[in-house]
T-cell receptor, first 113, second 113 residues
Framework: QQQVKQSPQSLIVQKGGIPIINCAYENTAFDYFPWYQQFPGKGPALLIA?????SEKKEGRFTISFNKSAKQFSLHIMDSQPGDSATYFCAASKNNQGGKLIFGQGTELSVKP | DTEVTQTPKHLVMGMTNKKSLKCEQH?????MYWYKQKAKKPPELMFV???????INESVPSRFSPECPNSSLLNLHLHALQPEDSALYLC????????????FGQGTRLTVV
């Protein structure tokens, strides 16, 4: 059973565009929602994370929007650059689960020059 | 410093071999994890160590044997693996159980022949 659903599977945007990646979760006990960026052959790198008591969080060009009632959250990348081309994973976890992360299926982003 | 170091970066082993993967962090984190990632898939949790004790085993076959010698080190001992075990093995750490901000290493690319 897939507990975190991520879309789209792949995304192509032009440089300067604003790609948006969406995730939906089922388990209302989740209380921590991170996004990871992964380049080929590398480990996932923590980008930004949010907790359910906040509706939006910005760090640099990355913004998470969170809709608790809809059980959805999304990542926006402002002024995207070719160097942002990577696979992005959303994830969710429960505070009492010892950091066990449930990942979405990933979105392969390509930013064209 | 949010560095988790994994060695080796690449490993090729036969199905009768015994090998070990190593992971080290010096962030003072008390929870450490092993994840397995197949190509174009999200990471999947294998084991969680909290304060050097195994707290989660996600029904991983016994041919994978984790070990946490101290709070900074995590090993994964491999024996009698199958070709389908070929994957990227990722180590991660977080501040403690229930503290979900997890940092990943670069991974060990394992090929079983």
């Amino acid at each position: 059973q897939q507990q975190v659903k991520q879309s789209p599977q792949s995304l192509i945007v032009q440089k300067g565009g604003i790609p948006i990646i969406n995730c939906a979760y089922e388990n209302t006990a989740f209380d921590y929602f991170p996004w990871y960026q992964q380049f080929p052959g590398k480990g996932p790198a923590l980008l930004i994370a949010i907790r359910p008591d906040v509706s939006e969080k910005k760090e640099g060009r990355f913004t998470i929007s969170f809709n608790k009632s809809a059980k959805q959250f999304s990542l926006h990348i402002m002024d995207s650059q070719p160097g942002d081309s990577a696979t992005y994973f959303c994830a969710a976890s429960k505070n009492n689960q010892g950091g066990k992360l449930i990942f979405g299926q990933g979105t392969e982003l390509s930013v064209k020059p | 410093d949010t560095e988790v170091t994994q060695t080796p970066k690449h490993l090729v082993m036969g199905m009768t071999n015994k090998k070990s993967l190593k992971c080290e962090q010096h962030m003072g984190h008390r929870a450490m994890y092993w994840y397995k990632q197949k190509a174009k898939k999200p990471p999947e949790l294998m084991f969680v160590y909290s304060y050097e004790k195994l707290s989660i085993n996600e029904s991983v076959p016994s041919r994978f044997s984790p070990e946490c010698p101290n709070s900074s080190l995590l090993n994964l001992h491999l024996h009698a693996l199958q070709p389908e075990d070929s994957a990227l093995y990722l180590c991660a750490s977080s501040q403690g159980q229930g503290f979900s901000e997890a940092f990943f290493g670069q991974g060990t690319r394992l090929t079983v022949v």
